[in-house]
């Protein structure tokens, strides 16, 4: 069993920036690529990053192209989200996943993941 708990969240204005954190727990989650998805009030949940199992590749939403980074920590089995410029659009719950193998979904849906934490609110003011 994985379990995934995710930090970091809070209240920001717009233009701030938040670093949201995922630690895993167990051995299996370093050899997965894992993936952060946020949902906002009334909305589906939607993609925003996903980096490999050794962090050497990164994808991105559009909408958080050149304002999200992901990055990775297999030593700590913490996976990091670092949100810069944010905007009020940015409002979400967001969850981290772990990447499912062999799996026929693409990378940005969650169909691709099969383990996910509890989310963590954050909240953009303008």
């Known amino acids: 069993q994985v379990q995934l708990v995710e930090s970091g969240g809070g209240l920001v204005q717009a233009g701030g920036s938040l670093r949201l954190s995922c630690a895993a727990s167990?051995?299996?989650?370093?050899?997965?690529?894992v993936g952060w998805f946020r949902q906002a009030p009334g909305k589906e949940r939607e993609f925003v990053a996903r980096?490999?199992?050794?962090?050497?590749?990164?994808y991105y939403a559009d909408s958080v192209k050149g304002r999200f980074t992901i990055s990775r920590d297999n030593a700590e089995n913490t996976v990091l989200l670092q949100m810069n410029t944010l905007k009020p659009e940015d409002t979400a719950v967001y969850y981290c996943?772990?990447?499912?193998?062999?799996?026929?979904?693409?990378?940005?849906?969650?169909?691709?993941?099969?383990?996910w934490g509890q989310g963590t609110q954050v909240t953009v003011s303008s």
């Open positions: 980096i490999s199992s050794s962090g050497s590749s990164q």
């Open positions: 996943a772990r990447g499912q193998r062999g799996t026929s979904y693409t990378y940005y849906s969650t169909g691709a993941y099969d383990y």
């Open positions: 167990g051995r299996a989650f370093v050899a997965y690529p």
